[in-house]
Nanobody, 126 residues
Framework: QVQLVESGGGLVQVGGSLRLSCAAS????????MAWFRQAPGKEREFVGG????????YYADSVKGRFTVSRDNAKRMVALQMNSLKPEDTAVYYC???????????????????RGQGTQVTVSS
């Protein structure tokens, strides 16, 4: 059974930082591209950032470029999202997702991904 379990969410002040982690199990982690999505109240779910199976290729939404960094540790079967310079509009539930792919492309659509986690809440207060 595939499981993606996010952790690290919480409450942070504007300008602060948070690091989200996603632990993967039940899948051959090195054959999956990984990504983070988020959904704010009343808004559609959106792609945040992702990286290819080998970590060589990364892609970010314009809204987080330069502030967020996605990384992966294939030995630990984990992917992380480092979030810096947080803004109130970053408040959302953040989801980890896995996509079976050995290409260097990073999919940006929710339905591109085979598995998703349950999400972790990030709240940025002003």
């Amino acid at each position: 059974q595939v499981q993606l379990v996010e952790s690290g969410g919480g409450l942070v002040q504007v300008g602060g930082s948070l690091r989200l982690s996603c632990a993967a199990s039940g899948l051959s982690f090195t054959t999956y591209a990984m990504a983070w999505f988020r959904q704010a109240p009343g808004k559609e779910r959106e792609f945040v950032g992702g990286l290819s199976w080998n970590g060589r290729n990364t892609y970010y939404a314009d809204s987080v470029k330069g502030r967020f960094t996605v990384s992966r540790d294939n030995a630990k079967r984990m992917v992380a999202l480092q979030m810096n310079s947080l803004k109130p509009e970053d408040t959302a539930v953040y989801y980890c997702a896995a996509r079976l792919s050995l290409s260097d492309q990073v999919g940006t659509g929710w339905n591109d991904y085979n598995f998703r986690g349950q999400g972790t809440q990030v709240t940025v207060s002003s």
